[in-house]
């Protein structure tokens, strides 16, 4: 939500608005710009902070304060304690910079969403901030090699350490404590675990589930700028259903794949685009293939969007369309876990794919990196009111979606609508009954029919792989992870050979990941 260079002996100074950046001195804080975020400067004898935060529907905002799109007020203390507690409070996202000018102290307070995580870098006499970690590849930056051993194993990991020394990425809740010479960063309290409730005879989940999708979606406003992500899925296809519901016409965009998966996905797309009423649009995943050269025109950021260049052209398709706010389903495959003594047909299971990528990364790995890989990690963020998996993929897309002016929405994983869902009895959220059954009353039964034919990327990156081996093989000829000490060269052309030759899911994924490490280590070689 914000980027800043910030020398902090000029914490000491006033702060003011100038150009859409708040000014301390030279040093400057600069809120993304964006209709579906508010930013305010709060300034009392000595302190001051600055929030932005996403708007709330139906609320004037803190811009309604002065006025003007970049709000300032000057206030007592109490004034200021009663602010401040209030947008600590704030139920959307938010980013928080909090000065105290004696001692040129700041501290920055993520809020407990994560739609756009920002990342910062102190040293002695100075932070750097920004929601895109790309722009510290334009630092002389070392590897944290526990970080990526981790990541190269495919470890699920959300943490505020990072796969460069010294950059930390605030995790939700999580607040940086910044003075001169020293810096502190601290992790929240974690959530307890949800407990399912009992199955009570003769109580329908439904309209409750209902209830919480719209509270939901209707949380922010909602009008003609708004877009939804539509893939074809259960997921996609209940955010634009429920949005629909709110009133506002809606458009909607899509990749669609090829093969055998586009059969059964063009026509379920055409009957909730249909019943619907959206005003489509698509593009197809072979027009808009992956880029797998190892040395790419733009510097890269700590997360991988694989199909970066299919989701730039539909963001640009409805950017030019005066569209800048992109709902999504993402939260939607964490909505109904499966606990202990659950596991059964219809609940979520390990697909096998799974079991054999990490094979093939632990394959990758020299003894060195492999036992940094095997370490227990102490250093990771506790469980939220988001769950981690939706945490990660905000973080993955978000500054690709801000760079082409979209801002991300994932009513799927609001904190309330996934304690409702995690706390259902196993009938509702077996098979994603509750989901099922509500789409099937909004859009008719024959959509998502039982053991209907699901949408999934699987198919496209083996043959591309395929096609590009030459040319990876030539490119890895020298490796960045190799000279580090990391990976094994002659695993990773053994590994390439394995997809060329297998087609595996597994071992694409594996090799896929490797892929977009390589390109990071790369940067800082």
């Known amino acids: 939500m914000i980027k800043a260079d910030i020398a902090l002996h000029d914490l000491s100074l006033s702060p003011s608005w100038h150009d859409g950046s708040v000014v301390v001195g030279p040093s400057r804080i600069t809120p ?19 929030v932005v935060r996403e708007r709330q529907a139906g609320t004037d905002g803190l811009a309604a304060f002065a006025g003007e ?26 980013v928080m910079v909090e000065v105290a000018r004696v001692g040129c102290r700041l501290r920055i307070r993520a809020g407990m969403l994560g739609s756009a995580p920002v990342y910062a870098r102190a040293t002695k006499d100075r932070i750097t901030v920004s929601w895109d970690s790309a722009d510290f590849a334009a630092l002389p930056m070392a590897l944290d090699t526990e970080v990526v051993s981790h990541r190269l194993a ?11 020394s010294g950059v930390t990425m605030l995790t939700e809740r999580a607040s940086l404590y910044v003075e001169p010479g020293r810096a502190n960063l601290r992790y929240p309290d974690p959530v307890a675990p949800s407990v399912p409730r009992e199955d009570r005879e003769g109580q329908d989940d439904l309209p409750a589930f209902e209830a919480a999708l719209r509270r939901s979606a209707a949380a922010r406003p909602v009008g003609e700028h708004a877009t939804v992500e539509l893939s074809g899925g259960m997921d996609s296809a209940t955010v634009a259903t429920v949005l629909r519901s ?36 698509t593009v197809d995943i072979a027009a808009w293939p992956p880029d797998l050269d190892m040395a790419p025109m733009d510097a890269q950021g700590f997360y991988r969007e694989f199909y970066l260049e299919a989701c730039m052209a539909l963001w640009s398709s409805a950017r030019s369309e005066g569209r800048d706010t992109l709902f999504t389903g993402v939260g939607g495959d964490e909505l109904f876990p499966a606990y202990a003594g659950e596991a ?37 963020a506790p469980a939220g009111p988001v769950p981690m998996t939706s945490l990660l993929a905000n973080a993955c897309r978000a500054p690709d ?12 994983g609001d904190p309330q609508l996934v304690a409702f869902c995690h706390r259902l009895p196993r009938a509702s959220r077996r098979g994603r009954e ?12 024959d959509v998502f029919p039982p053991g209907y034919s699901k949408e999934t990327f699987a198919h496209v990156l083996p043959p591309l792989i395929a096609r590009h081996a030459p040319s990876l093989t030539a490119q890895l000829a ?48």
């Open 478 to 525: 020298q490796c960045a992870l190799a000279d580090i000490g990391l990976v094994e060269p002659r695993a990773v052309v053994a590994l390439l050979e394995t997809v060329v030759r297998t087609r595996s899911h597994g071992a694409t994924s594996a090799l896929a990941n490797f892929l977009w490490l390589e390109r990071l280590a790369r940067q800082t070689a």
């Open 69 to 94: 799109p970049c709000a300032t007020r000057h206030v007592d203390e109490d004034a200021f304690h009663h602010l401040y507690q209030a947008c600590v409070l704030w139920p959307l996202d938010y």
């Open 154 to 164: 495919m470890h699920t990991m959300y943490a505020a350490r990072q796969p460069y």
């Open 246 to 281: 709110l009133g506002p016409t809606l458009a909607s965009r899509g990749i669609l794949l090829d093969g055998e998966v586009r059969d059964a996905q063009v026509p379920r797309r055409s009957l909730i685009v249909e019943r619907l009423g959206l005003a489509d649009a």
């Open 32 to 50: 993304y710009a964006h209709r579906m975020l508010e930013s305010c400067l709060v300034v009392t004898t000595d302190r001051w902070f600055l």
């Open 344 to 380: 059964s047909s219809g609940m979520a299971t390990d697909p096998g794919w799974v079991g054999e990528a990490a094979i093939c990364a632990a394959g990758l790995l020299t003894p060195r990196a492999l036992e940094s890989a095997r370490s227990l990690r102490t250093f990771d």
């Open 401 to 412: 979606m801000l760079r082409h002016g979209q801002w991300p929405v994932a009513p799927l």
């Open 434 to 445: 509750v989901m099922r059954r509500y789409l099937a009353s909004q859009l008719g039964a």
